[in-house]
């Protein structure tokens, strides 16, 4: 764990693995693992007043608007100064990282370039439990008990635009709003990106940018890792 402040974001289409990449720095790095679906599922359940904006607009499958995103998220990040972190889910928009960086300052920036007949695959096969958000792949990451989650044991789903025909003009409008945010974290020199099919073949190369890059946050000079594509 650093002594100072480490925050990553991670970015990628849906299904790109950007929350099992995550769960996977947090744990192994002993950050805290921030995904800004939970951060909304919280707020619905509370009934605050932008969950229940938020709630609108995750009903009609639309992204909720910035605005309220930001007033979501930003609060809460001001308020963890001495959590180093990674962020998953936000931003997905210019509007918000350009609202993230007027809030904190990132050491690394993963972006996750699957295959689009990857992402279909893996997305055919995920199912959720709604209530907590929890993820699970039929192959990858199956329940211990076929079409229940693990601690609830209540029946998982599948969500509609995680079909095939949805996930296509999911793609394509990911790409419109992400290609300004990466273009700005490349312009500041902190975009790392990785391609592959697999998750577990990606990691490796996640994990050691991340090791030579947490001695530097403390303090140490390090050398980047050869597998890492400064981009
Ligand atoms: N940064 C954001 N901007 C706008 N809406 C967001 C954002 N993060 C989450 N949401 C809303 O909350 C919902 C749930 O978030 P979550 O990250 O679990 O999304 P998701 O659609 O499953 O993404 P992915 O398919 O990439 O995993 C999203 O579908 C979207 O409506
Ligand atoms: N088969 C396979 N499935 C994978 C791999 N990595 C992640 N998955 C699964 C887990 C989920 O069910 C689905 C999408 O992963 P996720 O971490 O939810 O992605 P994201 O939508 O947060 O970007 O794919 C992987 O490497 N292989």
Request: glycine share 18%; net charge negative; aromatic share 6%.
């Given at each position: 764990m650093a002594n100072r402040i480490f925050r990553a974001v991670v970015l990628g289409p849906p299904g790109s693995g950007k929350g099992t990449i995550s769960a996977r720095i947090a744990q192994s790095f002993g950050l805290q693992h921030l995904s800004s679906g939970d951060f909304v599922r919280e707020n619905i359940s509370a009934s605050t007043e932008a969950g229940i904006l938020a709630k609108t607009y995750i009903d009609k499958d639309l992204l909720v608007p910035d605005c309220v995103m930001t007033c979501l998220l930003l609060p809460r990040l001001e308020q963890m100064t001495r959590h180093s972190w990674v962020l998953d889910?936000?931003?997905?928009t210019l509007a918000q990282a350009t609202a993230l960086n007027d809030t904190c300052s990132l050491d690394v920036v993963i972006s996750l370039n699957i295959p689009l007949e990857t992402l279909k695959e893996r997305l055919r096969h995920r199912w959720i439990?709604?209530?907590?958000?929890r993820v699970y792949n039929m192959e990858f990451n199956p329940p211990q008990?076929?079409?229940?989650?693990?601690?609830?044991r209540e029946p998982l789903v599948q969500r509609d635009e995680d079909k095939p025909e949805a996930l296509v003009a999911r793609l394509r409008h990911y790409k419109d709003i992400a290609k300004p945010v990466i273009d700005l974290y490349r312009s500041k020199g902190i975009l790392h990106s990785f391609s592959g099919t697999e998750t577990n073949k990606i990691w490796p190369y996640i994990n050691s940018l991340i090791t030579g890059k947490i001695p530097e946050v403390q303090g140490a000079s390090q050398t980047l890792p050869l597998h890492s594509q400064e981009q």
């Open positions: 889910g936000f931003p997905r439990h709604p209530a907590s958000g008990v076929h079409g229940m989650d693990d601690i609830s």
